[in-house]
């Protein structure tokens, strides 16, 4: 069974670009987060979906930053302009939201480098 | 406000040995707990989780032990191997009427595990 697909795994850009991180969840999935690792503030959640539709967005740094989630099986993170702080690996994650509990399964993140 | 804490930035074993990891919580909220193990370049996976009214959950060799009254779980991997080898990120998350999907990640525990 195919996991959360990230796309790109690596990109690197200048200062000032925008920036398009790309994320297919596991089929079926109806839940989808954005996270972002950086050594300092470990893993950290920058939004997620429900459904399609955004819940809760107060990770999500500043105004650069915007998700969205056109349809059950894709989802884009962009960052526009990007800065050379936003430099991280950011990782997407999908579940089956409902009832119970359900784990969250990854993707394998897209690392960020902004010069 | 740091609600998910792993105080042991790393831990070293020999292998056949058991290796116990631990994390700390302060939101008496929360009342579902996972463990994710994450190689190099990779997304965090899944592990084991527990629910709040458990007080242990045994899958293998990997088994998580939650003290509500402490507010502290751990992760026991016993016989320990050198594929064992990774970072594992304890993470928390409140499930009440909100039902929301949202986990809290400590900072994670790399651990060694010596041939």
């Known amino acids: 069974d195919a996991g959360v697909i990230q796309s790109p795994r690596h990109e690197v850009t200048e200062m000032g670009q925008e920036v398009t991180l790309r994320c297919k969840p596991i089929s079926g999935h109806n839940s989808l987060f954005w996270y972002r690792q950086t050594m300092m503030r470990g893993l950290e959640l920058l939004i997620y979906?429900?459904?399609?539709?955004?819940?809760?967005d107060s990770g999500m740094p500043e105004d650069r930053f915007s998700a969205k989630m056109p349809n059950a099986s894709f989802s884009t993170l962009k960052i526009q302009p990007s800065e050379p702080r936003d430099s991280a690996v950011y990782f997407c994650?999908?579940?089956?939201?409902?009832?119970?509990?359900?784990?969250?399964?990854f993707g394998d993140g897209t690392r960020l480098s902004i010069l | 406000d740091q609600q998910v804490k792993q105080n042991s930035p790393s831990l070293s074993v020999q292998e056949g040995r058991i290796s116990i990891l631990n994390c700390d919580y302060t939101n008496s909220m929360f009342d579902y707990f996972l463990w994710y193990k994450k190689y190099p370049a990779e997304g965090p996976t899944f592990l084991i989780s527990i629910s709040s009214i458990k007080d242990k959950n045994e899958d293998g060799r990997f088994t998580v032990f939650l003290n509500k009254s402490a507010k502290h779980l751990s992760l026991h991997i016993v016989p320990s191997q050198p594929g064992d080898s990774a970072v594992y990120f304890c993470?928390?998350?409140?499930?009440?009427?909100?039902?929301?999907?949202?986990?809290?990640f400590g900072q994670g525990t790399t651990l060694q595990v010596k041939p």
């Open positions: 979906f429900n459904n399609n539709v955004p819940i809760d």
């Open positions: 993470a928390a998350k409140r499930f009440g009427s909100s039902n929301t999907g949202k986990l809290i």
């Open positions: 994650a999908s579940s089956l939201w409902g009832t119970s509990n359900q784990p969250q399964h």
